[in-house]
């Protein structure tokens, strides 16, 4: 009846994509205890920065300063996100400390990669090959094409499947010239245009067409749509997720100010357990870093659940 | 594949279930003014206000008011709530602007039924089957019997889904000794317990005990599966839904303070209609009127779709 899986993969990316779109300041210190007190909630896997230009995202400017100075947990992936040599130059620097691995960024929407990244999608392309190269150059392992507006875009409408598809295959075109095997294709609903159908079609079409690889999905609640839209793609089989505590984030390039960000990192979390998919995650202790990461942005977050509360919480006290 | 309904039928709740939780005071006017905004959307079904005790719920004390001043749109029905005799009296005295329906209201969890109406399960049976016979000596059909905490309950945990359906039948048999002929079965989510599995669970047995009688779900948005939650209910063949206009609402006596509120009305109809089911509502309208909902009640409403904008619009732009 469904391809649910036994458990899920979820990467953590509440500090790089939350901090990012935060007026801030954000004092550098809030945001090592953030990304010290998600360590300490069962997730596995956390992207604590973005090695971005400083007068494109200034509130990145001391991405060196917080990977230099958290502590790390055991058992724990750190990453990061970089967007060109200067980005993976600066990673390059911890390659002790954080887990470094490239993707080959492509958007199925030639218009968001023209207001997002100022250039064609051909020369995306080409930035692509040449990175993707110095990426094997360093000795940094490509296993990801990544798909930015995959289910439709605010700037060019609907994207349909083939293209994304059709982007995909432009990805693995880079990956078999340069000599790096992709493993994970990860489908970004970057402004939030997915419904349920919507994402069986895509993730449909992506599967059928590559059934060996993995499937992972960077959804946004823009529209209020990113749980019923995970619930979707988790009967497809799909068990990796990125997502953001609080629902921390958003796209700044979208242009939709006041808009929601990520899935909710605990909303994921409850949709899984309760479906018993296991996440590894402990939402109570989840929900208490949410409240701590509304404290440190100063405002409410858009995740519901963190102001409804744990079902466990009532349930015990119900008990 | 699935039993997905070609059109659903919406009771938008927006003024009744919102403005009954704002601390308000809402000035009557604002109250018409959204109910007739609301007309112009495409809705079919608007409840307007509730007849209850000013003493308990202080911000419907100008129900008459708005009532008796709002203008009508042909086509349109206006329903309003009641809990008791008082109320069902009020509400008589405006059966030629209203169209009065009576439910049998009951609720799941014999705790929910102590903290939100302060009787236990066997008298509220007893009330119920007071006010049925009332409903029948006055004219006023009961066709529906609803059930409030059907998927789980903040003071009583979970549910068991064969207790809802003990539930239905206690309110049969009050039908059938009242000699009323129960159409419809409204299951509530009041505190946001439910999850897709757990609707399926649920609205399976109940209509698989009753196949013949329409189902109707009544979600909150309490810990954000709500749309997950409504498509799980449509692809069950769910042809009816409650919500509100922005999510306006949440349950005053579910000990929550700051909680989201019902399934926002623009973002079922987004669903719906990126699959095809037909709403009959103009979205793009109904974002105004959820913008107006904002103003009138002074802060900002947990509807996604209101900040992220119609995906109509952005098509057009794009176009």
Same mark, same amino acid.
């Given at each position: 009846m469904s391809d649910l899986p036994t458990s899920i993969e979820i990467h953590e990316e509440g500090p790089r994509e939350g901090f990012q779109i935060e007026p801030g300041p954000i004092p550098t210190a809030d945001k090592i205890r953030l990304i010290e007190a998600l360590a300490e909630?069962? =997730? +596995?896997?956390?992207?604590?920065c973005s090695f971005v230009s400083a007068r494109v995202?200034?509130?990145? *400017?001391?991405a060196e300063d917080v990977v230099a100075q958290f502590r790390q947990r055991p058992g724990i992936t750190y990453s990061a996100l970089w967007f060109n040599d200067k980005g993976l130059e600066r990673a390059l620097a911890f390659r002790d400390k954080l887990t470094l691995s490239g993707a080959i960024s492509l958007t199925a929407s030639e218009a968001f990669t023209r207001k997002? =990244?100022? +250039?064609s999608h051909a020369e995306n392309l080409e930035a692509m090959r040449k990175q993707t190269r110095l990426h094997v150059e360093k000795g940094v392992p490509v296993k990801a094409i990544g798909v930015m507006a995959a289910f439709g875009c605010? %700037?060019? $409408?609907d994207i349909a499947p083939a293209q994304v598809v059709r982007t995909i295959a432009e990805g693995l075109e880079i990956a078999a010239e340069c000599g790096v095997e992709i493993g994970r294709l990860s489908l970004a609903d970057s402004m939030g245009w997915a419904t349920p159908p919507r994402i069986e079609r895509v993730v449909g079409e992506v599967r059928s067409a590559w059934p060996d690889k993995q499937i992972s999905l960077h959804l946004h609640d823009t529209r209020g749509m990113a749980v019923a839209n995970a619930m979707a793609g988790l009967r497809l089989g799909v068990r990796r997720f990125d997502s953001t505590v609080g629902g921390l984030g958003g796209c700044p %390039? *979208? $242009?939709?100010? $006041?808009a929601a960000g990520n899935i909710c990192t605990e909303e994921l979390v409850m949709l899984c357990e309760e479906m018993? !998919?296991?996440?590894? !995650?402990?939402l109570e202790r989840l929900l208490e870093v949410g409240r701590m990461a509304e404290e440190i942005v100063g405002h409410p977050l858009p995740s519901e659940l963190l102001h409804g509360g744990a079902l466990d919480a009532f349930r015990r006290a119900a008990a």
């Open positions: 909630t069962g =997730l +596995r896997h956390i992207q604590v995202v200034p509130s990145w *400017a001391d997002n =990244l100022h +250039r605010n %700037f060019q $409408g %390039f *979208a $242009g939709q100010k $006041g018993g !998919v296991q996440t590894g !995650v402990d």
